[in-house]
T-cell receptor
Framework: GAGVSQTPSNKVTEKGKYVELRCDPISGHTALYWYRQSLGQGPEFLIYFQGTGAADDSGLPNDRFFAVRPEGSVSTLKIQRTERGDSAVYLC????????????FGPGTRLTVL | QQQVKQSPQSLIVQKGGISIINCAYENTAFDYFPWYQQFPGKGPALLIAIRPDVSEKKEGRFTISFNKSAKQFSLHIMDSQPGDSATYFCAASMLDGFQKLVFGTGTRLLVSP
């Protein structure tokens, strides 16, 4: 079946602009995660959704970052007033039923802030 | 604060050899230790995982060894193949509610033909 998909695959923006990154989880998966992977580093946790609600957003670096999952499926990560330091690959993962199940990662969105 | 330290940063192994990657963690509350494999342009994919109630887990050519007292765990890839060339990440989490994975910095493995 289809895996986790993320769009766009690449996004180039200018400093100060607003961006939205989309994640389509595996159908039926209720748990959804966002991670950020900087060059040469492992992924870093940003936020976790169980259903429609953000159960843990402790990894969001500041209030410029926000994520939603209004219908418990597709999620959007929103970044306001982008900074060059936001440049990274943003990964989405989903898992079935409960958060303790295996996380399946999407290919990521490579964000470049000029 | 880096909670999972991974070494080496890069590794070159000849085809048929054994690849060994090591990780150490600090948080004794961690109780789930997965290894992920990542190919260029792809997201990480779960390779194998272990809970601290066992000291070793083997799946095919991949083995995790776990030392709870030393707070260390390692991945062994037996009979390494060129197709194993990828970046490997160890991770750790608590399974209380959900997997808030803390990843190591990754090991870039190259298996030479």
């Amino acid at each position: 079946g289809a895996g986790v998909s993320q769009t766009p695959s690449n996004k180039v923006t200018e400093k100060g602009k607003y961006v939205e990154l989309r994640c389509d989880p595996i159908s039926g998966h209720t748990a959804l995660y966002w991670y950020r992977q900087s060059l040469g580093q492992g992924p870093e946790f940003l936020i976790y959704f169980q259903g429609t609600g953000a159960a843990d957003d402790s990894g969001l670096p500041n209030d410029r970052f926000f994520a939603v999952r209004p219908e418990g499926s597709v999620s959007t990560l929103k970044i306001q007033r982008t900074e060059r330091g936001d440049s990274a690959v943003y990964l989405c993962a989903s898992s079935a039923l409960s958060g303790s199940d295996t996380q399946y990662f999407g290919p990521g969105t490579r964000l470049t802030v000029l | 604060q880096q909670q999972v330290k991974q070494s080496p940063q890069s590794l070159i192994v000849q085809k048929g050899g054994i690849s060994i990657i090591n990780c150490a963690y600090e948080n004794t509350a961690f109780d789930y230790f997965p290894w992920y494999q990542q190919f260029p342009g792809k997201g990480p994919a779960l390779l194998i995982a272990i809970r601290p109630d066992v000291s070793e887990k083997k799946e095919g050519r991949f083995t995790i060894s776990f030392n709870k007292s030393a707070k260390q765990f390692s991945l062994h890839i037996m009979d390494s193949q060129p197709g194993d060339s990828a970046t490997y990440f160890c991770a750790a989490s608590m399974l209380d509610g959900f997997q808030k994975l803390v990843f190591g910095t990754g090991t870039r493995l190259l298996v030479s033909p």
